[in-house]
Each structure stands twice: as C-alpha cells, then as structure tokens.
T-cell receptor, first 113, second 113 residues
Framework: GAGVSQTPSNKVTEKGKYVELRCDPI?????LYWYRQSLGQGPEFLIY????????DSGLPNDRFFAVRPEGSVSTLKIQRTERGDSAVYLC???????????FGPGTRLTVL | GDSVTQMEGPVTLSEEAFLTINCTYT??????LFWYVQYPGEGLQLLLK?????DKGSNKGFEATYRKETTSFHLEKGSVQVSDSAVYFC????????????FGTGTKLQVIP
C-alpha cells in the first residue's frame, strides 16, 4: 500500500507570496500531523488533526500559518505572506489512531527567496 | 518544556565497529522514547521505541534502554554496516495523552567500508 505522500516535493516562492502544501495520509489513518524541519535541526511539531478537527495547533508559529483537513483525509498547510525564515522542509505524518506509530512522508522543501 | 539532547555528529565509523549515540531527555511525567532513522533520500522511519522505565527497544540489531534514573535512551549497535549510514533522531512523546513528538537535532552516522 502507498505511504504518506506530500506535494509538491519542492516549492520555491518569493517573499510575501502565499503557498499551500498538501499531504495525503495513509488510507484509513485518522490522525494526521505536520512538522517543520529547519536545516540541521530535528522536526518541530506544528499541528495535529484527529479526523477533521485540529486537536492541537500549539506549534503553529504565528497566524500566517493555517492547516485544514476538511474531509478527514487530505490536509493542506497554508502559509500566508511567506518570509525567508519559513524556508524549511515541511513533514507530514499519519497514524491509524491517536497514539499509534506515526508514518512520515518524504516532506516538501520550501524555499522563500 | 520537553527537550531531547543527542550527541552531535557526524559520527564516522568503520564497518563492524561498535556504535553508541547518546541521548538524554527532559520531560514532564513518564514519556515514551523513540529512535527514528532517516536514510538518504527517504522519509523518517521509526527504528525502535520504549514506553516505560527499564524497557529495551530493539530492531535491526539496534538497541536502546529507557533509563529513568539518568533520563537517557542511548542507541547502540554491536557491528555497524555501510547500509546503516543515515541520520538518527532521538525523540519523545510526553505521557498523558499528548501526541506531538519532540525530536532531538539528529546525529549523522557515516559507516565506511
């Protein structure tokens, strides 16, 4: 079966632009997580969903970041007015249920020029 | 807050050498502890885990023991192979229903023939 997929794999944008990053979890997984990994660092938690609702968004750095999961499957991470400091690899993970093993996607590398 | 500290890399070893990657943590309560591995060009994968004190996680010849008294979870392997070359992340999930994974900064391992 397919693993977690993320699109695009690479995104280059200009400062001030809006971007959307997509995550397709493993089929049947109810929990979905977003992390951000800056160069030379470990992943940092952003937000997780149980079903359609955001159960914990305490890791979102500011109100320019927003994520949705309208049908409880695919999720989109949205970043408004991008800044150079937003450049990082954005990782998505899913698990069959809360507390289950998290399976990670390959990530989207975002570069803000 | 929760944190994970692991030894800085890169670590370079000859094939069949003994590996230790140190990891210590700070967390409220009794977290679950994990080692993740990221092979070149691939996503993060769970390598092993331990959920309570004195538990030993093991997989693919790697082992780590949950030491509550020293708040440590050191990764070991008796004989490394070239195929073990990767970045290794120590991580935790706080107890009490929390879902976000807190990662260390990662340790790059290079095994040379």
């Amino acid at each position: 079966g397919a693993g977690v997929s993320q699109t695009p794999s690479n995104k280059v944008t200009e400062k001030g632009k809006y971007v959307e990053l997509r995550c397709d979890p493993i089929s049947g997984h109810t929990a979905l997580y977003w992390y951000r990994q800056s160069l030379g660092q470990g992943p940092e938690f952003l937000i997780y969903f149980q079903g359609t609702g955001a159960a914990d968004d305490s890791g979102l750095p500011n109100d320019r970041f927003f994520a949705v999961r309208p049908e409880g499957s695919v999720s989109t991470l949205k970043i408004q007015r991008t800044e150079r400091g937003d450049s990082a690899v954005y990782l998505c993970a899913s698990s069959f249920s809360l507390g289950g093993e998290q399976f990670f996607g390959p990530g989207t590398r975002l570069t803000v020029l | 807050g929760d944190s994970v500290t692991q030894m800085e890399g890169p670590v370079t070893l000859s094939e069949e050498a003994f590996l230790t990657i140190n990891c210590t943590y700070t967390a409220t309560g009794y977290p679950s502890l994990f080692w993740y591995v990221q092979y070149p060009g691939e996503g993060l994968q769970l390598l092993l885990k331990a959920t309570k004190a004195d538990d030993k996680g093991s997989n693919k010849g790697f082992e780590a023991t949950y030491r509550k008294e020293t708040t440590s979870f050191h990764l070991e392997k008796g004989s490394v192979q070239v195929s073990d070359s990767a970045v290794y992340f120590c991580a935790l999930i706080r107890s009490g229903g929390y879902q976000k994974v807190t990662f260390g900064t990662g340790t790059k391992l290079q095994v040379i023939p």
